[in-house]
């Protein structure tokens, strides 16, 4: 069954550094999300894309966040300047452009632990 | 805009017990969609069920059951039977079709920690 991949699985990064997550969604699907989950919180939305532009941000995806589809199969997220509180467990999903709204599929997600 | 609600923060069964889940959630669109998700020790998120605001008819599958009431505005989930591999965080959320277009936008609960005991 496809998946939805993302690498890497854990990043360590300074505070201040960029920080770049990928996420490959699966092939034929043409929503792409990106969503965070603080450890022992609940998941909360960051931003959605469709042909190839945001089509919906929340409060939390601010100007140090970016997104990109730079080819036909990889979808990124950076963080230009990262903070402490952007320790998370980020998860990509994406789904199907079928009828109705057909399930978002996550793939494993990536710790991002801000030192 | 759209809430849900997961009042049961954690939930302790012994094996083979029946446990209930649940749901409930806010929203003023009249199309929407609801989701069940579980999130194993790994922590992944997996998809379980989907259901859209027209489609009340209750469903069964194996141990899992899901009882969706949009008169109380709840979407309920019961694991028959439960077992040591169920224990998970269990999310539910909510999808709304904004003027017949959504992006499909997901809003989570605060999740509900399983623990099924041997």
């Known amino acids: 069954e496809p998946e939805v991949t993302q690498t890497p699985s854990h990043q360590v990064t300074q505070m201040g550094q960029e920080v770049i997550l990928r996420c490959v969604p699966i092939s034929n699907h043409l929503y792409f999300y990106w969503y965070r989950q603080i450890l022992g919180q609940k998941v909360e939305f960051l931003v959605s894309?469709?042909?190839?532009?945001?089509?919906?941000k929340s409060e939390i995806f601010d100007d140090q966040f970016s997104v990109e589809r730079p080819d036909g199969s990889n979808f990124t997220l950076k963080i230009r300047s990262t903070k402490l509180e952007d320790s998370a467990m980020y998860f990509c999903a994406s789904r199907d452009p079928g009828q109705g709204n057909q399930p978002q599929h996550f793939g494993d997600g990536t710790r991002l632990s801000i030192l | 805009a759209q809430k849900v609600t997961q009042a049961q923060t954690e939930i302790s069964v012994v094996e083979k017990e029946d446990v209930t889940l649940d749901c409930v959630y806010e929203?003023?669109?009249?199309?929407?969609?609801l989701f069940w998700y579980k999130q194993p020790p790994s922590g992944e998120l997996v998809f379980l069920i989907r259901r859209n605001s027209f489609d009340e008819q209750n469903e069964i599958s194996g141990r899992y059951s899901w009882n969706f009431q949009k008169s109380t505005s709840s979407f309920n989930f019961t694991i028959t039977a439960s077992q040591v591999v169920d224990s998970a965080v269990y999310f539910c959320a909510l999808s709304v079709m904004s003027g017949g277009t959504s992006y499909g936008k997901l809003t989570f609960g605060q999740g509900t920690i399983l623990t099924v005991h041997p």
């Open positions: 894309f469709y042909n190839n532009e945001i089509s919906e």
């Open positions: 929203t003023r669109d009249t199309t929407y969609y």
